[in-house]
């Protein structure tokens, strides 16, 4: 019996377009949200990014793993960004784009 060893054509591999996956962290929803001080305002920015956004209070869950809270004292407002599963870092981001408290980043 022979056996026919002849090289076998293969298919040439092309270029294949990379596909970019973007992780949901907190601070992606920090930086839609900050300088919106109306909680549907920014419930609404978030849906428009594609991901699913529900409101309870003045708390809004992000694809039910992120959590942006909306705090208020003495007339200044800021949300609190932060991972469910309690991994740092907690993202701070303030209501009014000329204030200060803007972006005050992270808590580690």
Do not use: Y
């Not at 040439?12 to 001080?37: H, M, N, Y």
């Not at 800021?78 to 870092?89: K, R, T």
């Amino acid at each position: 019996m022979s056996v026919n060893h002849a090289a076998t054509p293969v298919a040439e591999v092309q270029d294949v377009p990379s596909v970019e996956v973007e992780v949901l962290t907190p601070e992606l929803v920090a930086k839609v949200i900050a300088g919106t001080a109306m909680v549907g305002e920014a419930l609404r920015a978030l849906q428009d990014q594609g991901w699913s956004a529900s409101l309870t209070g003045q708390r809004i869950t992000v694809d039910n793993t992120i959590e942006a809270v909306l705090h208020g004292s003495n007339g200044q407002s800021w949300w609190n960004i932060f991972a469910m599963d309690g991994s740092p870092p907690v993202w701070a981001v303030g209501t009014r784009l000329a204030s200060e408290a803007n972006w005050l980043g992270c808590v580690e």
